[in-house]
């Protein structure tokens, strides 16, 4: 005879899960303004832990070193929250995916780079800053750039396989293109130091990509 199911025993696990979780939530934003008031060098896995109401321990458990998570927290940035859900699957990706017309689609993908920009752009730049000087950090910034690239080769070949590229672009220079113009080098100059908006940005990152490749 099979037992009964424990309903207290199922309501301490779920409680567990959201208080875990939480947990990495507040963990995730005291270092995303630590590293952003402080840069990499100075932030510590303590005084993030302090910000965040939990232990020096859960913090190494949940993340595994201060590399790690600054790359959570880059994560966490891109896709605008924790949710278990893959870039690809996100619902702005798809809308750019399902773009028929391929000078809109390009349009779409600037305003998205306008969008996220302001959220990604400073955690890159510390630990971009961070890994002349620190191998954690470098291999955060190897990390970072090669998912990038990954994702951009990626939307090279849609637009090749649409033919959407103009004739004589090569699918290698498409993906060196929009490498180029959503990287936040390119983000930096114009909305840190010049000034810009990140919607302004997007919207020329969106016309830029268009000369260059329709």
Do not use: C
Not at 155 to 175: H, I, N, P, T, W
């Amino acid at each position: 005879m099979p037992h009964p199911v424990n309903p207290r025993r199922a309501y301490d696990s779920t409680r567990r899960r959201e208080q875990a979780r939480a947990t990495r939530a507040r963990v995730i934003a005291a270092a995303n303004e630590a590293f952003a008031q402080h840069g990499y060098a100075a932030t510590t896995m303590p005084s993030i832990a302090a910000a965040a109401d939990t232990s020096v321990e859960t913090v190494y458990k949940s993340f595994g070193n201060k590399a790690a998570l600054a790359k959570a927290v880059f994560d966490v940035a891109v896709a605008g929250d924790d949710d278990p859900v893959p870039i690809m699957m996100r619902p702005a990706i798809l809308a750019i995916k399902a773009e028929p017309d391929p000078r809109r689609k390009l349009e779409r993908f600037g305003v998205h780079v306008g969008e996220i920009s302001g959220r990604i752009g400073p955690i890159m730049l510390v630990v971009r800053d961070a890994a002349s000087t620190d191998s954690g950090a470098a291999d955060i910034w190897a990390t970072m750039q090669a998912e990038r690239l990954t994702g951009m080769t990626m939307f090279a070949e849609e637009l090749a396989g649409d033919k959407s590229l103009r004739r004589g672009v090569s699918v290698d220079e498409a993906r060196d293109v929009l490498w180029t113009h959503n990287s936040v080098e390119l983000w930096d100059l114009l909305v840190r130091q010049r000034g810009w908006t990140n919607a302004r940005f997007g919207r020329w990152v969106g016309r830029q990509l268009i000369a260059a490749l329709m």
